[in-house]
């Protein structure tokens, strides 16, 4: 094992501070597919690094090469199978750990990172939010996957929803952008276009043990937002491992000119992620995994909870929150959501001679949140309170055949339970003055 640091590094875009620590093997693994190495903000630092054991020079798992990178592109989400995107007739897209690297210091959200691909718009309004739309459509028509798991469920509709963002930047390797219809691979939900988030994993059995671990601290002075990251993984023959934890916290952010402070712009994330995977034999790999993200007091931008400073543009815009005779008629806000992914995936390859590849998997999403929604009167204030969970249990098993060198059979089944709980709700009325409790009703 080397030691090796880097100490310091400044990202000017936007006004951020980022100090990573890395501690890692000689070489960084890397997905077989070309992905981000286990540990990608100290990739840099391992490059030309000599293995002092032989005295021989070990090339990095992952090359820097852009040409190399290209060749070596591969894509799961097209075909559910691994693919080379320049065969594939549909309109792709990914996001490498490159563009994250150079996105990241102004990308405040998952659903940032994929702002400005090609065929993708944004729609967010606030950070709890973040809904992708391709090709004109947005909402139950485009499915967000992450590691193949669809994180919607059977509450969805047709507009603007929380799911793609409900899931940490950081904890992304690649992103795969699939635009135009994938129903006949994932259902209904997948009419506009498909998004499949790739985790990090270590991806590698090494026959010695290695171990490695990255540390990332960034300060944004736009909106006073701290964010550290740790990351540790490892593995030796038939186990490796990758664990993962996130904690953001951020004020409001700082507009220029006569824009002052942009209210409802704060935000805490606490998030973490494990992964761990067992080679059962060669080209047999059982890998369970736990992703967790919380966010908690997360607003919606155009429904201030407090009364904004009126400055220009909430001059410009106060009807949108504001009656006629200036009280706040919508207030909206997130103090708690969380988001839980586990799951048990087993593939194989070359297995028997009837199929070249299987995929197995189980999973299980939860979903918990709890809204408020507030408007004011002459001498009072109304809060009305949500509390909602939905869990998802999921199974798909799929088999690809290579009959010749351009057919493929591709087969399987992938089916699900929604267990949706609506929850309770109840509205509370105070006394603007004195802030007493004017009423309680139980919806």
Excluded: C
């Excluded at 704060?266 to 890998?287: K, Y």
């Excluded at 969970?389 to 339970?417: C, M, P």
């Amino acid at each position: 094992m080397k030691l090796s640091r880097k100490l310091l590094s400044l990202a000017l875009t936007g006004a951020v501070i980022s100090i990573t620590l890395a501690w890692h093997p000689i070489t960084a693994r890397a997905e077989e597919d070309g992905a981000a190495p286990a540990d990608e903000s100290s990739k840099s630092a391992e490059d030309g690094a000599k293995n002092e054991t032989d005295g021989k020079d070990i090339e990095p798992a992952a090359d820097t090469d852009n040409d190399k990178d290209k060749e070596n592109e591969v894509v799961v989400t097209a075909t559910r199978t691994k693919e080379d995107p320049n065969k594939t007739p549909r309109g792709i897209s990914r996001v490498d750990w490159k563009d994250m690297e150079k996105r990241g210091p102004s990308a405040g959200t998952t659903a940032e990172l994929v702002r400005g691909e090609p065929g993708v718009y944004v729609q967010q309004t606030g950070r709890h939010g973040g809904a992708p739309i391709i090709r004109g459509m947005i909402g139950k028509y485009i499915l967000p996957l992450y590691d193949g798991v669809r994180l919607t469920d059977g509450t969805i509709f047709a507009g603007p929803n929380s799911f793609f963002n409900n899931v940490d930047r950081f904890t992304i390797s690649r992103i795969e952008i699939v635009r135009g219809p994938s129903s006949l691979f994932y259902g209904s939900d997948a009419l506009g276009g498909t998004l499949n988030m790739i985790p990090k994993r270590y991806g590698a059995f090494p026959d010695s043990y290695e171990f490695g671990f990255g540390a990332e601290s960034r300060y944004r002075s736009v909106s006073n937002m701290f964010s550290e990251r740790i990351e540790l993984m490892g593995g030796i023959k038939l186990f490796n491992y990758y664990v993962g934890g996130t904690f953001i916290d951020s004020g409001d952010s700082r507009g220029g000119a006569s824009l002052g402070k942009l209210f409802n712009t704060s935000f805490t994330e606490i998030n973490f992620d494990a992964r761990a995977a067992l080679q059962l034999a060669d080209g047999h790999v059982l890998e369970g995994a736990y992703v967790r993200t919380e966010q908690r007091n997360v607003y919606r931008y155009d429904q201030p909870w407090e009364t904004p400073d009126m400055n220009e543009w909430w001059k410009a815009h106060a009807a949108l929150y504001l009656t006629g005779s200036g009280l706040r008629k919508r207030m909206n806000r997130s103090p708690l959501s969380i988001t839980q992914i586990a799951s048990l995936t087993y593939t194989g390859e070359n297995p028997t001679e009837f199929w070249d590849e299987v995929v197995a998997k189980f999973y299980w999403r939860g979903q918990y949140d709890e809204g408020e929604r507030g408007s004011e009167q002459t001498n009072t204030r109304t809060v009305s309170t949500s509390i909602g969970h939905q869990n998802t249990y999921g199974f798909s098993t799929q088999f690809a055949w290579q009959i010749a060198e351009i057919n493929k059979v591709v087969y399987g089944i992938d089916t699900r339970l929604d267990d949706v709980y609506a929850g309770r709700a109840w509205t509370i009325t105070y006394d603007k003055a004195t802030g007493d409790r004017l009423s309680h009703v139980q919806d």
